[in-house]
């Protein structure tokens, strides 16, 4: 599938799970929030949402890609960046878990109708957790709302362009052996529970020129080397400039840690920037494994490739 060359992107950590100052930049590449000079603290919370500036062609187009677990991490975060939701000028949800869509439905109505949604519409389904705990769940994002909160709806099974700048993958084709998903995460389909297969869930592609590709993930259930090797099959491009996302490594236990590791090394990206529900015991593997290409997400974080 033909991608289209942009000059460079930039990714800013909105949402994450973490907030650590004396995490190391990467001068040019990735740069870290300091405090004292931004108008108000950053919250760290359970949930993901990027901001990405694209420029192509001479322009600049801002992606949302995710809206974190709730409006006040979002909000809160969005306004000590910087930034303010007139710049947005599309959305991507990666997958229908509210810790990537919670505020949604206030960024839509405070923005204000017209603004194009694209998701998967999977995402539709009520999705439950079966932890040792008990049950966590059913939460579904609804298209009725959005609709009636002015979203212009951009739905896709299988890959699409995001306004002929960003590919998103549709439905991920499975490749690795030791990438399958959890058990405990279920779906409700016409009123029926089953396990969730993730179809839903789909990675933002852009093609830098000159670096090479820049995979996101949300949180990755597909596996982020099925995402990127699928990157790669889609748009024709080996190089990886960049992966970023949520990984959801530590719940899969040693094998699935160590094949995500086997495959990172094997793709030889530029930057590995994870967090969000890769897991600690995962990012410690990570950071042990790939000590010059990784780095863990923190929110207010800026990659820029």
């Given at each position: 599938?033909?991608?289209?060359?942009?000059?460079?992107?930039?990714?800013?950590?909105?949402?994450?799970?973490f907030?650590?100052?004396?995490?190391?930049?990467?001068?040019?590449?990735?740069?870290?929030?300091?405090?004292?000079?931004?108008?108000?603290?950053?919250l760290?919370?359970?949930?993901l949402?990027?901001?990405?500036?694209?420029?192509?062609?001479?322009?600049?187009s801002?992606?949302?890609?995710?809206?974190?677990?709730?409006?006040?991490?979002?909000?809160?975060?969005?306004?000590?960046?910087?930034?303010?939701?007139?710049?947005?000028?599309?959305?991507?949800?990666?997958?229908?878990?509210?810790?990537?869509?919670g505020?949604?439905?206030?960024?839509?109505?405070?923005?204000?109708?017209?603004?194009?949604?694209?998701?998967?519409?999977?995402?539709?389904?009520?999705?439950?957790?079966?932890?040792?705990?008990?049950?966590?769940?059913?939460?579904?994002?609804?298209?009725?709302?959005?609709?009636?909160?002015?979203?212009?709806?951009?739905?896709?099974?299988?890959?699409?362009?995001?306004?002929?700048?960003?590919?998103?993958?549709?439905?991920?084709?499975?490749?690795?052996?030791?990438?399958?998903?959890?058990?405990?995460?279920?779906?409700?389909?016409?009123?029926?529970?089953?396990?969730?297969?993730?179809?839903?869930?789909?990675?933002?592609?852009?093609?830098?020129?000159?670096?090479?590709?820049?995979?996101?993930?949300?949180?990755?259930?597909?596996?982020?080397?099925n995402?990127?090797?699928?990157?790669?099959?889609?748009?024709?491009?080996?190089?990886i400039?960049?992966?970023?996302?949520?990984?959801?490594?530590?719940?899969?236990?040693?094998d699935?840690?160590?094949?995500?590791?086997?495959?990172?090394?094997?793709?030889?990206?530029?930057?590995?920037?994870?967090?969000?529900?890769?897991?600690?015991?995962?990012?410690?593997?990570?950071?042990?494994?790939?000590?010059?290409?990784f780095?863990?997400?923190?929110?207010?974080?800026?990659?820029?490739?």
């Open positions: 599938m033909q991608v289209p060359n942009v000059q460079s992107v930039t990714v800013e950590i909105l949402v994450d799970n907030f650590d100052i004396f995490e190391p930049s990467r001068p040019g590449v990735v740069e870290r929030a300091v405090l004292g000079r931004l108008p108000k603290p950053l760290a919370a359970h949930g949402a990027l901001l990405l500036t694209v420029t192509h062609n001479g322009g600049q801002r992606i949302l890609m995710d809206t974190g677990n709730s409006p006040l991490s979002f909000f809160n975060n969005l306004e000590a960046m910087g930034h303010g939701l007139e710049e947005v000028d599309a959305i991507f949800i990666s997958h229908g878990h509210p810790d990537h869509y505020a949604l439905l206030e960024v839509l109505q405070r923005r204000g109708p017209g603004l194009p949604v694209y998701l998967h519409p999977d995402c539709y389904f009520p999705k439950l957790l079966i932890t040792p705990r008990g049950r966590v769940g059913p939460y579904a994002l609804e298209r009725e709302k959005l609709a009636a909160a002015g979203a212009q709806l951009q739905e896709n099974r299988e890959p699409a362009l995001l306004r002929d700048l960003a590919l998103l993958t549709g439905t991920v084709a499975a490749t690795t052996p030791y990438e399958k998903p959890l058990p405990g995460f279920k779906r409700l389909v016409q009123g029926h529970e089953e396990p969730d297969p993730f179809s839903d869930e789909q990675a933002l592609v852009l093609n830098v020129a000159g670096k090479g590709l820049v995979v996101i993930g949300g949180c990755c259930h597909p596996g982020i080397i995402m990127t090797q699928y990157a790669r099959k889609l748009t024709g491009v080996d190089q400039a960049a992966i970023i996302g949520g990984f959801h490594l530590t719940a899969g236990g040693d699935l840690i160590n094949g995500t590791i086997n495959g990172l090394t094997e793709l030889n990206p530029g930057l590995v920037l994870a967090g969000h529900c890769t897991g600690f015991k995962a990012l410690t593997r990570l950071a042990a494994a790939l000590p010059d290409n780095m863990v997400s923190c929110v207010g974080t800026k990659v820029m490739i």
